[in-house]
C-alpha cells in the first residue's frame, strides 16, 4: 500500500542542467519501486524512515508556475520521480500542470516508465515540441515485475510509444540501467526502433546508499552472475562495456537510429 500525502512547496520549478533549462518534479516518491532507483539514495528519501515506493507527497506549490520565466524554454517532467508513475491516472497532476503551461509554449521532456503518458497525447499537440523518452531495463516481465514492480510492462510501453508516435509526437528511449548478463540491448533496439527516433544507453550505477541491495537483489534472482558483477563492480574490468558499447552501435546504425552512449 503506498501512503499519498499533500506536500506544501515554494516552487515546482528548478534549474536543472539535464539537458532543458528547468525541471518538474510534481511528486516526491515514486510507487513504481524499482529496486535500483537512485532517487532513494538521495537526501531527504534516504533520511524518511520509509521503504522506497511506499509512499507518494503530492506536491502543492504556493504560487502558479512562472509563465514569463518559462515563456519558449524546456522543461523536463522529471528527475526524482515518474510524472505518470500509478497515482497520476486518476489525479491529473501532471496534465494539470501542463495544460497551464501551454501559453507558455515550452518544449517539454517527459522521461517514464509509464505508458500512462499516452493519455495526453492531446495536450502534447499544443506544445511546439515534446519528447516521450521511455527507459527500459529489459523485455522480459518476468524481470520487470521483481526489479519495477509498479511500473508499466514492455509490452504496454511498446504499444504507448506506437500510439504517440502515430499522433505525431517524438519517442525516445532510454535503455538504463543496463544490468550486466541481463539487459539484451539488442533486443531492445529491435523491439523499440519502429517508434523511438534516438535512444540513449547506460550503466547500472551503484552508489553507497544501493551498492549492496542491488547487488543482493542479482544475486537472489540470477546467482549464476556473480562472477560477471564481481568482475565489473569490484574489479573494475571494462570489456562487458567495451563489448555491449560495440554491439549496442551496430544495431543502432542498422536501423538508422540516432544514440548516445555513457560508457
Known amino acids: 500500500m503506498v501512503?499519498?500525502?499533500?506536500?506544501?512547496?515554494k516552487s515546482l520549478l528548478s534549474p536543472t542542467k539535464l539537458g532543458t533549462d528547468f525541471v518538474i518534479n510534481p511528486y516526491a516518491g515514486c510507487p513504481h519501486g524499482c529496486v535500483y532507483c537512485y532517487a532513494s539514495c538521495m537526501r531527504g528519501a534516504a533520511e524518511r524512515g520509509e521503504p522506497w515506493g511506499s509512499y507518494l507527497d503530492v506536491k502543492c506549490p504556493a504560487s502558479p508556475l512562472d509563465l514569463a520565466k518559462l515563456y519558449r524554454r524546456s522543461v523536463l517532467f522529471s528527475s526524482m520521480t515518474d510524472a505518470y508513475n500509478p497515482y497520476e491516472e486518476r489525479s491529473g497532476v501532471t496534465r494539470a500542470l501542463l495544460r497551464s503551461l501551454i501559453p507558455a509554449r515550452p518544449d517539454i521532456v517527459i522521461i517514464t516508465k509509464s505508458a500512462l503518458v499516452?493519455?495526453?497525447?492531446?495536450?502534447?499537440?499544443?506544445?511546439?515540441?515534446?519528447?516521450?523518452?521511455?527507459?527500459?531495463?529489459?523485455l522480459d516481465d518476468g524481470f520487470r515485475r521483481r526489479a519495477e514492480p509498479h511500473a508499466s510492462s514492455p509490452a504496454k510501453k511498446l504499444a504507448a510509444m506506437e500510439t504517440l508516435k502515430n499522433a505525431g509526437v517524438e519517442?525516445?528511449?532510454?535503455a538504463a540501467p543496463i544490468f550486466p548478463g541481463i539487459t539484451d540491448c539488442a533486443e531492445i533496439i529491435k523491439a523499440c526502433a519502429p517508434f523511438a527516433s534516438s535512444m540513449t544507453f547506460d550503466t547500472l550505477n551503484l552508489r553507497a546508499g544501493n551498492r549492496?541491495?542491488?547487488l543482493n537483489f542479482v544475486k537472489t534472482i540470477r546467482p549464476g552472475l556473480a562472477p560477471l558483477y564481481r568482475r565489473i563492480y569490484d574489479e573494475g574490468d571494462r570489456a562487458y562495456w567495451r563489448a555491449l558499447r560495440a554491439e549496442a552501435e551496430g544495431e543502432c546504425r542498422a536501423r538508422g537510429v540516432k544514440f548516445s552512449i555513457f560508457f
Open 3 to 9: 501512503v499519498v500525502r499533500y506536500v506544501k512547496v
Open 118 to 138: 499516452s493519455r495526453d497525447a492531446d495536450i502534447f499537440k499544443e506544445f511546439p515540441r515534446v519528447k516521450a523518452v521511455f527507459s527500459f531495463s529489459s
Open 171 to 174: 519517442v525516445g528511449v532510454m
Open 212 to 214: 549492496d541491495k542491488i
